[in-house]
């Protein structure tokens, strides 16, 4: 994630080149969005940059993907967290 995405600041990158900071996704948006953005990018945002890492074409990529993508939208909602790594 963070060869795209900036963690609490830009780390001395140009932000325009980066992805959303993750820290602020807790704030900013919804759950159920997270999932469903990990699932598919594409239908949400076509010729995004994001890629799938889960589903390809509607196929799974992965037995787990689906309590993977949950597991990675939990952990992006702690990010912003106070504490957490």
Same mark, same amino acid.
């Given at each position: 994630?963070?060869q795209c995405h900036q963690l609490g600041g830009a780390g001395g990158r140009d932000p325009a080149d980066l992805a959303p900071d993750l820290t602020l996704a807790a704030?900013?948006?919804?759950?159920?969005? $997270? *999932?469903?953005?990990?699932?598919?990018?594409? @239908?949400?945002?076509?010729?995004?940059?994001?890629?799938?890492?889960?589903?390809?074409?509607?196929?799974?990529?992965?037995?787990?993907?689906?309590?993977? $993508? *949950?597991?990675?939208?939990?952990?992006?909602? @702690?990010?912003?967290?106070?504490?957490?790594?």
């Amino acid at each position: 994630c963070i060869q795209c995405h900036q963690l609490g600041g830009a780390g001395g990158r140009d932000p325009a080149d980066l992805a959303p900071d993750l820290t602020l996704a807790a704030n900013r948006l919804r759950p159920g969005w $997270i *999932v469903d953005w990990l699932h598919d990018p594409q @239908a949400i945002m076509p010729n995004t940059r994001m890629p799938s890492y889960f589903y390809s074409e509607g196929e799974r990529l992965m037995d787990d993907a689906d309590e993977q $993508i *949950v597991a990675l939208r939990n952990h992006i909602l @702690a990010l912003g967290k106070k504490g957490t790594p």
